[in-house]
């Protein structure tokens, strides 16, 4: 069964600096699935961290904008961007000027 809704019906939490996140799939909005997908938000000079637990993968997509993903080194994303991350990853997403990035 399809699962149709808008991002824009969906709350913003607050996370990190100038930055917010929107869970588009959830456990509560699609039950039984073990995927989880979020819309994270960084406005000018939003800061972001992020951890995948050992037990799972995640990947990045950029929408908007431009970030810069640290983790140890660092890797620039923009829209042309995918980026897949191991379990037990830990970094930080900066944007300069705002970004709109899908995590799942």
């Known amino acids: 069964m399809a699962t149709i809704f808008n991002e824009s019906t969906v ?3 607050p996370q990190g600096k100038a930055a917010s996140c929107q869970r588009l799939l959830t456990v509560a909005r ?3 699935s073990n995927i ?3 819309r994270l938000t960084l406005g000018t000079g939003g800061e972001l961290a ?8 995640a990947w990045l997509q950029g929408l908007e904008g431009e970030t ?3 983790h140890g080194g660092g ?4 829209d042309a961007h995918v980026a897949f991350l191991p379990p037990g990853f830990s970094g930080t997403l900066r944007s300069e000027g705002g970004a709109v ?3 799942g």
């Not at 992020?50 to 993968?57: A, D, E, F, H, N």
């Not at 890797?75 to 923009?78: A, W």
Request: charged letters at 20%; a neutral charge; proline letters at 7%.
């Open 11 to 13: 709350a913003k939490e």
């Open 30 to 32: 699609v039950p039984g």
């Open 36 to 38: 989880r997908l979020d």
């Open 50 to 57: 992020l951890t995948v637990p050992g037990t799972s993968v």
């Open 68 to 70: 810069r993903l640290s």
């Open 75 to 78: 890797e620039t994303l923009s």
């Open 101 to 103: 990035l899908l995590y």
